[in-house]
């Protein structure tokens, strides 16, 4: 079975993802996709995270596969035009690839060649609508292809976005443009998150809330002051500052939040950042 | 000197759909150099909304409609009219629609496609930015530009780095032009304007035609 049957069936999904290196030594990447067999439904992996220049999904995504693991190619508009997307998309249908995370995309002056320059060529929602045209047989203006690929299509939503009203109104949009599933910024406060769901539940589309191990309390602070929709509650920091054991205190919080994330939405997406290796310790303490 | 092209009236009639009465600006700027929205285009479209089954409340030509205190002098004179039009057709460039919609009380709809600013923000610059792509949007996001306001160019709605403040990640000084959209429609009543799913953007229409890019002064010769 499958992500998209897994979900189809209704259970309750956990997804991580690995960040391709910056260079051609893969090693490190291999164990920490290792260390998830068996423990997670599907891999994201990511497209030029932090507008980064490194290793890119695609291939990463292909080795996954060969090795029996479940990939999500990422997918920004950052970098590639319509015509680049098209054709690595079929490279992903031929390669078997299934799944695909469209995004947006952080900006390029975020990440180590602020002098690039952004392509945005097209947007998230127009990248699914492209997605599904090249399902129907057609490339994106309808010139025929020969051999169409079949997707599964996810997308993102920020539950913290300012308003969250116009987050939710892109999320309809790319349900609309033919999204199956949603991943979500990092989730640290549940009552917050519970309100989010209860708002778009009648959208009927699974939502894998967003869970980012702590590090320290001073990234918590740096999150909350930086990073666009990510809250962490005081109680949470005040955790981390005071923990004799930092990692064990971080495990502790996201099982506990993935616990308490089991009756709001279909899943969890799990963001290590670094902390790949402590995955598997978060989904014992989660009984998952 | 700023060029724009008339928007196809099939276009214009879709955009106003729902809309029953209409105010109609028109600029004896550039858009009257342009042949697009001088004060005969401006009587041309009266007439042709008023066949299309519009009700044209009323119109005013205003000397340079990238001129906010002008435009709110002008709409002031006109205020019976302008209140009574569910929204403005504004005839001229995506500057002159941006600076419209910044001081109207009303939805503004863009009458022109603007091909080229000739290295220009307007005659009387403000803080709009047209992007000069040659298929104007400002009907859709209550006349701010999406590809000027917003770092990634989106058409279809924020992405997810709106600050708490309401800015955009990229630049904390620059506010999030999707957050200013969004409470824009939402001030006029008029969200479900953001609904509607955007195709991907038709690049090229950004290319002005061949004699324009020849010449500068195309448009003001054309009147002479």
């Known amino acids: 079975m499958g992500l998209q ?28 996709a ?49 015509l680049a997307l098209q054709s690595d998309l079929l490279g992903a249908a031929v390669l078997g ?15 180590d060649h602020p002098q690039a320059k952004p392509v945005f060529d097209v947007d998230a929602v127009n990248l699914i609508q492209i997605i599904k045209k090249l399902e129907s047989g057609t490339d994106m203006v309808g010139n025929p292809l020969s051999g169409a690929p079949k997707f599964f299509v996810g997308a993102v939503v920020n539950p913290g976005g300012n308003p969250v009203e116009a987050q939710i109104l892109k999320m309809e949009k790319k349900i609309q443009a033919g999204a199956s599933f949603f991943q979500t910024q990092a989730v640290f406060d549940l009552s917050a998150f519970e309100k989010f769901m209860k708002r778009v539940a009648p959208l009927k589309v699974p939502v ?11 990234m918590a602070r740096f999150m909350n002051k930086n990073v666009a929709g990510v809250f962490v509650p005081e109680p949470l920091i005040e955790k981390m500052a005071t ?12 099982a506990e939040l993935i616990r308490g994330l089991r009756g709001l939405c279909q899943g969890v997406h799990l963001m290590p950042i670094g902390w790949e290796k402590k995955v598997p310790a978060v989904l014992d303490a989660a009984r998952l | ?21 209409i105010f109609i600006l028109g600029c004896s700027g ?105 298929d104007c949007v400002l009907d859709a996001t209550g006349g701010i530009c999406p590809l000027t306001a917003c770092s990634k160019f989106l058409l279809n709605g924020p992405c997810g780095g709106t600050t708490k403040e309401g800015k955009c990640e990229v630049d904390s000084e620059m506010d999030c032009g999707w957050r200013l959209i969004y409470e824009r429609l939402e001030k006029l009543g008029k969200l479900d304007r953001l609904r509607k799913l955007r195709e991907p953007k038709d690049h090229s229409k950004a290319l002005p035609p061949k004699g324009l890019r020849l010449s500068a002064r195309w448009a003001l010769d054309r009147v002479q």
């Open chain 1, 5 to 32: 049957e897994k979900l189809a069936a209704g259970k309750f999904v956990v997804t991580s993802e690995i960040g391709p290196p910056k260079g051609t030594d893969i090693t490190e990447m291999m164990e920490d």
């Open chain 1, 34 to 82: 290792q260390l998830l067999r068996g423990r997670v439904d599907a891999i994201n992996v990511t497209d030029l995270q932090s507008s980064v220049m490194r290793l890119g999904s695609l291939p990463v995504c292909h080795l996954l596969q060969e090795r029996g693991l479940e990939p999500i190619l990422q997918m920004t508009c950052r970098d590639r035009n319509r």
């Open chain 1, 97 to 111: 690839i299934r799944n695909v995370l469209a995004l947006t995309g952080d900006y390029a002056s975020l990440g």
């Open chain 1, 208 to 218: 894998l809330a967003g869970i980012i191990l702590l590090k320290s309390a001073g």
């Open chain 1, 243 to 254: 923990a004799p054991d930092r990692v064990k205190t971080s495990v502790e919080i996201a």
């Open chain 2, 1 to 21: 000197m700023l060029l724009s092209q008339q928007k196809p009236l099939e276009e214009i009639l879709r955009s106003l759909e729902g809309e029953e009465k």
């Open chain 2, 30 to 134: 550039c858009a009257e150099a342009s042949g697009t929205g001088g004060k005969p285009q401006v009587l041309e479209m009266k007439e042709k909304l008023q066949k299309a089954g519009k009700r044209v409340t009323g119109y005013s030509v205003v000397d340079f409609l990238c001129q906010k205190a002008l435009i709110q002098s002008r709409l002031r004179a006109k205020a019976r009219e302008v209140q009574a039009a569910d929204s403005i057709l504004v005839m001229t460039c995506g500057v002159g629609v941006q600076a419209v919609a910044a001081v109207s009380p009303k939805l503004t709809h863009p009458a022109c496609n603007t091909v080229s600013l000739g290295g220009s923000r307007g005659e009387w610059q403000g803080a709009e930015r047209c992007a000069e792509c040659g």
